[in-house]
Structure formats: structure tokens, C-alpha cells
């Protein structure tokens, strides 16, 4: 079935480097996309989200791209700190439907 | 400053006996989802209430129910947990049904011994 995930398990970046974490959906009825951060032993919380009319938006440090033509999300985190290390995961909800559907997260490790 | 909340934050049952894990809100929100995360998964969506309408997801084993009394709160029943009902249960609310943020709790850890 029509699914949200991710490309990358585990993603690696050097604190103060800019992270990319990337994201493929296959419903073409999703109108509505977010990220979430899920540091160990937590609940998912808020980062940033895009409706399908835009193609950027912007947060503090963080930037979320859409390209509806091929169906990708993008999360950038500038200037990667410790505290950013977690799993992200984007998640997706199609038009009317209720609920979001998560994709398979990515663990971002920041060395030193 | 806690806006979901989940009780209790660790789980420990027997091997088909009955469970109860709780969530409370006081964000008012209308909708309440409980979510089950296996380790290194995705949240899985389990059901949710749009106010006291009940909405199931296809694939929820019958194992699971729900009750929502009132507003704030919402449990999740597991009626006869089994070794791979051991997951994270998330509950989350929103304000709305679709195209909004869900806010989520800091999980039960369930385990099933």
C-alpha cells in the first residue's frame, strides 16, 4: 500500500555542519506533511510542517522543502548542535483522512 | 506545562492479563489518537476518537479497545497482552481531524513478561 519513508536509516554529521534528512511518499492524496523529533524514550514532538501548496517553509535553524512532482520532503537543520541528535521522522496525512502516517525515521548521530 | 499526559510512563504485565494504560490532555482538543511504536519503528496508528465517535484502523487486532469518558481523558485496553503486544504506546490529540499538528504524550513503555 501507499506509504510514507525514509531513504536513510542513520545519518551522520559533524556538529556545526548542516544536516539533510530526506523523506519519499508515494500518496498522491497527501496534502499535508511534518517532522517530528523523537529524542530516546520520548514522544514525538513538532519541529516544523508544509501544506502541498507550498514548497518551502522556514523555523528556527530548520527548513522543509517539498517537491510534489516527484514526491519528497526534505528537513534541513543548520548548524547541527548535540541536542539535535534524535530520530527524525516525517509523517504524512492524506486529504480527509484522519490521523497521520509516519515513515521510518532516521537516526541523526552528531560527532564532535 | 504538560499537555498530554500518559500514565504510567513504564508498564509491566503478565502474559494475558489485562491492561489499562492511560491519557489525559489539557489541551481540550477534540480528537485523541493512541499510536503503538515497536523498537526502532515508526508509530503505528491504532484508533482515535473525533470527540466520543470511535474510529478504528483496519488492521487493529480486536486485542485493543478504547474508551474515551470525557474530553480529557482516553485509555487504551489490551485484553490479553501477548510477548508481541511489548511496544511504546503513544497517545497524541489534535485539534482538528486532518492537516494539523498532533501533539503527543511521553509514551508507556509496555512490557509484557
Known amino acids: 500500500g501507499e506509504s510514507v519513508g525514509l531513504h536513510l536509516p542513520t545519518l551522520s554529521v559533524q556538529e556545526g555542519d548542516n544536516s539533510i534528512i530526506n523523506c519519499a511518499y508515494s500518496?498522491?492524496?497527501?496534502?499535508?506533511f511534518i517532522w517530528y523529533k523523537q529524542e530516546s524514550g520520548k514522544g514525538p514532538q513538532f519541529i516544523i510542517d508544509?501544506?502541498?501548496?507550498?514548497d518551502k517553509r522556514q523555523g528556527q535553524r530548520v527548513t522543509v522543502l517539498l517537491n510534489k512532482t516527484v514526491k519528497h520532503l526534505s528537513l534541513q537543520i543548520a548548524a547541527t548542535q548535540p541536542g539535535d541528535s534524535a530520530v527524525y521522522f516525517c509523517?504524512?496525512?492524506?486529504?480527509?483522512?484522519?490521523?497521520?502516517?509516519f515513515g521510518k525515521g532516521t537516526h541523526l548521530i552528531i560527532q564532535p | 506545562d504538560a499537555m498530554v499526559i500518559q500514565n504510567p510512563r513504564y508498564q509491566v504485565t503478565q502474559f494475558g492479563k489485562p491492561v489499562t494504560l492511560s491519557c489525559s490532555q489539557t489541551?481540550?482538543?477534540?480528537?485523541m489518537y493512541w499510536y503503538q511504536q515497536k523498537s526502532s519503528q515508526a508509530p503505528k496508528l491504532l484508533f482515535h476518537?473525533?470527540?466520543?465517535?470511535?474510529?478504528n484502523e483496519a488492521d487493529t487486532p480486536d486485542n485493543f479497545q478504547s474508551r474515551r469518558p470525557n474530553t480529557s481523558f482516553c485509555f487504551l485496553d489490551i485484553r490479553s497482552p501477548g510477548l508481541g503486544d511489548a511496544a511504546m504506546y503513544l497517545c497524541?490529540?489534535?485539534?482538528?481531524?486532518?492537516?494539523?499538528?498532533?501533539?503527543f504524550g511521553q509514551g508507556t513503555r509496555l512490557t509484557v513478561v
Open positions: 497524541a490529540t489534535s485539534a482538528r481531524r486532518a492537516n494539523t499538528e498532533a501533539f
Open positions: 476518537y473525533y470527540d466520543k465517535d470511535f474510529n
Open positions: 500518496n498522491s492524496a497527501s496534502d499535508y
Open positions: 509523517a504524512e496525512n492524506e486529504g480527509g483522512a484522519d490521523g497521520l502516517t
Open positions: 508544509i501544506r502541498s501548496n507550498m
Open positions: 489541551l481540550n482538543h477534540n480528537v
